[in-house]
Antibody
Framework: EVQLLESGGGLVQPGGSLRLSCAAS????????MSWVRQAPGKGLEWVSG????????YYADSVKARFTISRDNSKNTLYLQMNSLRAEDTAVYYC???????????????????WGQGTLVTVSS | SYELTQPPSVSVSPGQTARITCSGD??????AYWYQQKPGQAPVLVIY???ERPSGIPERFSGSSSGTTVTLSITGVQAEDEADYYCQSADSSGTSLVFGGGTKLTVL
């Protein structure tokens, strides 16, 4: 059974930093691109960032570009999201997500998110 | 950046067919995906690549595509189908994902 377990959320002041982790199990982690998706309280889903199977290239939503950094450690089956210069509007539940298809022949799909973690809440407030 | 537009809400009586639309200029070029989200839960993929249904998803869920609009249909709606539904696609390179604003399905 695929499991994605996020951790690292919490309360942080504006301008602060947090590092989220996502421990993956139940599947072979390394061939898959991975993403983070967030959901502000009472709002819709927003894709935040994605990363190819090998750790590069990486992709970001305009709203987090230059502030957030996605990375992965395939030896630990773990995905990360380093969040700096946090703002109130970054307050959300952050989900670690796995796509349907794995990377193959140079094609590394990120879409079709068939497995989601339970999410970790990040609250940015003074 | 691309946008996907969904109606905020759809209401339907039990046993009827619910149709939720999603419109966007990228949709003729990229597949659409649909997710169901119930309160307090993570989203669940119900349709992929416009019209494919993942294993474990009931047959009453189906998807279709026509031009710049994709449609999620739920035939014979049940009370348990009441949820928020989100469409999702990607930019032309497939490296930036976009979600629609979501549609709240109410089963009357």
């Amino acid at each position: 059974e695929v499991q994605l377990l996020e951790s690292g959320g919490g309360l942080v002041q504006p301008g602060g930093s947090l590092r989220l982790s996502c421990a993956a199990s139940g599947f072979t982690f390394s061939p898959y691109a991975m993403s983070w998706v967030r959901q502000a309280p009472g709002k819709g889903l927003e894709w935040v960032s994605g990363i190819s199977y090998s750790g590069g290239p990486t992709y970001y939503a305009d709203s987090v570009k230059a502030r957030f950094t996605i990375s992965r450690d395939n030896s630990k089956n773990t995905l990360y999201l380093q969040m700096n210069s946090l703002r109130a509007e970054d307050t959300a539940v952050y989900y670690c997500v796995k796509p349907l298809g794995h990377c193959s022949g140079g094609v590394c799909p990120m879409t079709g998110l068939d497995n989601w973690g339970q999410g970790t809440l990040v609250t940015v407030s003074s | 950046s691309y946008e996907l537009t969904q109606p905020p809400s759809v209401s339907v009586s039990p046993g009827q067919t619910a149709r939720i639309t999603c419109s966007g200029d990228i949709l003729p070029k990229q597949y659409a995906y649909w997710y169901q989200q119930k309160p307090g839960q993570a989203p669940v993929l119900v349709i992929y690549k416009d019209s494919e249904r993942p294993s474990g998803i009931p047959e009453r869920f189906s998807g279709s595509s026509s031009g710049t609009t994709v449609t999620l249909s739920i035939t014979g709606v049940q009370a348990e189908d009441e949820a928020d539904y989100y469409c999702q696609s990607a930019d032309s390179s497939g490296t930036s994902l976009v979600f629609g604003g979501g549609t709240k399905l109410t089963v009357l």
